[in-house]
């Protein structure tokens, strides 16, 4: 969907694409889904990746009730400034690297200044990272990340990070059983609350600081490792 203006799809199934099962691109598109079903997308012919959803280049897109499975890369892919989505009871689950000795496996990247909220939702059993931003911007609520796996060589294992400069909010998310940090906070601010770091190797790391936004890690947090 590309350019296409506002645009809703309902019960829909995509099924082992290659490249993007769902892909929304440029900034006059307007998508709403709901009741999704996207599986295994494989990665192109060329060596490109996976992804069961791909947005970019400004695209806003609502999904609701929606389960992105076993994709080769990344669950949902968003990248570029002004892209937006709103993620509402959905699902991630099993994304894995598109082939052996390469990274990937993300449930979520949020990229170069693209924009997400997400509410109760499960990011289950990704690898390297749960929800991944990166110079993004991120708000996440009454979720849970788990089960992440570290990638070739260990790299990873994390259940959400906001590396550079990027500035996510976190409350009320449960992250659990993820092969290295529960959360993690790089050279990015936001804020923190209401937050269960459990059975993760570390709980809640912070390192460096957002140039201009604050981290607030309130007290109400609680980690068990």
């Known amino acids: 969907m590309e350019r296409v203006g506002e645009v809703k799809v ?9 490249g993007s099962g769902v892909l ?4 006059a598109a307007d998508v709403s889904l709901s009741d999704l079903l996207v599986t295994e997308t494989m990665h192109l012919p060329d060596g490109g990746n996976g992804m069961s959803i791909a947005v970019r280049l400004g695209a806003k897109v609502s ?11 990344a669950g949902a892919w968003l990248d570029s400034t002004d892209t937006a989505v709103d993620f509402d009871a959905v699902m991630i689950a099993g994304s894995r690297p598109s082939a052996t000795q390469k990274p990937g496996g993300v ?18 059993d990704n690898v390297e ?7 993004g911007s991120m708000a996440l609520t009454q979720s849970i990340v ?9 790299r990873y294992g994390d259940g959400v990070i906001a590396v550079q400069q990027s500035v996510a909010e976190l409350r ?28 993760n190797t570390m709980g809640i790391v912070t390192q460096g600081a957002h140039e201009s936004a604050p981290l607030d890690i309130a007290e109400d947090n609680i980690t068990v490792n």
């Open 10 to 18: 309902e019960r829909a199934a995509v099924h082992a694409s290659h």
């Open 107 to 124: 449930g979520l990247l949020v990229a170069l200044d693209a924009g997400a909220t997400m509410t109760q939702s499960a990011i289950i």
């Open 63 to 73: 999904l609701q009730r929606a389960a992105l499975l076993a994709s080769f890369y």
């Open 24 to 27: 929304v691109t440029g900034a």
């Open 129 to 135: 990272v749960g929800v991944d931003v990166v110079q």
């Open 172 to 199: 009320g998310v449960v992250t659990k059983g993820n092969a290295r940090a529960g959360i993690f906070f790089g050279q990015s601010g936001g804020s923190l609350s209401q937050c269960l770091a459990m059975d």
């Open 146 to 154: 788990s089960q992440t796996r570290a990638g070739d060589d260990e």
